[in-house]
């Protein structure tokens, strides 16, 4: 089996152009075929208020009026997805930027309403994503960059949370490549010490991850990242890392981050 890698990006890397020149360069780098999945990070926000459209917020999570989408929509397909396509093609990597509507490549159902209406927020499910186009796609040498934008295939655009999109290619592309998926957020990997960069734990198995929570050194919002990711081995990943976009060059030599494994 080929190997394929599937990296996600969210704000913490978006919203610095350093910090995005920098990671392009090394995402570039790596050897194999990769796919690379994006958030909007604080330029959606930004630019809504700017129109007069506030942000909706519920636990931490956006709610997506109608105004909402059209901004994200500009925003995520638009501006950032093909802003990180043209820094890829001056890099020489013959990158694709799309939306899930492009090349029905990621189909998703709008989320039931319960407690809470969250507009125009799209779900997936095991049918959600086109393997068959973006294995054509990666055969033909090009390097897709997904949005966090799907569609339901009745004309509706649906936003939909980017680390979901990057567990569930990862999942779908596991059948045919032999597949690894990388977060790379604000720390340098789940820390002992949140205080502590260095106290990174290198290796963490499903078992060691009862562990570490039982322990408190897992805990908030990282217990839900880590289950998913745990989840998604448990489908046929074969290893999930998180870690600093900085450290991106060193995922091939033991350097970077958590590996987390079954």
């Known amino acids: 089996m080929k190997q394929l890698t599937i990296i996600k990006i969210g704000g913490n890397i978006i919203d610095h152009s350093e910090k995005l020149h920098q990671f392009l360069l090394d995402f570039h780098a790596l050897p194999g075929d990769k796919i690379l999945v994006h958030g909007g990070g604080k330029i959606a926000s930004e630019l809504g208020k700017s129109l007069g459209i506030e942000p909706k917020m519920v636990?931490?999570?956006?709610?997506?009026?109608?105004?909402?989408?059209?901004?994200?929509?500009?925003?995520?397909?638009?501006?950032?997805?093909?802003?990180?396509?043209?820094?890829?093609?001056?890099?020489s990597c013959n990158a694709i930027g799309l939306s899930g509507a492009d090349g029905n490549v990621i189909s998703a159902v709008k989320r039931p309403v319960s407690t809470v209406d969250y507009g125009f927020v799209g779900d997936l499910n095991e049918n959600s994503v086109n393997t068959k186009t973006l294995q054509s796609l990666?055969?033909?040498?090009?390097?897709?960059?997904?949005?966090?934008?799907?569609?339901?295939?009745?004309?509706?655009l649906l936003n939909t949370n980017a680390d979901t999109i990057a567990s569930a290619v990862a999942v779908a592309m596991s059948g045919i490549y032999d597949t690894r998926l990388v977060y790379c957020f604000e720390k340098k990997g789940v820390?002992?010490?949140?205080?502590?960069?260095?106290?990174?734990?290198?290796?963490?198995?499903?078992?060691?991850?009862?562990?570490?929570?039982?322990?408190?050194?897992?805990?908030?919002?990282?217990?839900?990242?880590?289950?998913?990711?745990?989840?998604?081995?448990?489908?046929?990943?074969?290893?999930?890392?998180?870690?600093?976009?900085?450290?991106?060059?060193?995922?091939?030599?033991?350097?970077?981050?958590t590996e987390l494994t079954a």
């Open 59 to 91: 636990d931490g999570r956006r709610i997506t009026d109608i105004e909402t989408l059209r901004v994200v929509t500009m925003v995520y397909a638009g501006l950032i997805n093909k802003n990180m396509v043209a820094q890829l093609q001056a890099k």
């Open 138 to 156: 990666l055969e033909s040498g090009l390097v897709p960059v997904l949005c966090a934008i799907t569609h339901d295939g009745q004309t509706q």
């Open 191 to 257: 820390l002992r010490d949140v205080d502590d960069d260095d106290s990174v734990v290198r290796q963490i198995s499903s078992t060691s991850f009862e562990a570490l929570k039982a322990d408190g050194v897992v805990s908030g919002g990282m217990i839900p990242k880590l289950f998913n990711a745990f989840e998604a081995i448990r489908k046929g990943v074969r290893a999930v890392y998180i870690g600093q976009a900085d450290d991106l060059p060193l995922i091939d030599t033991n350097g970077f981050g």
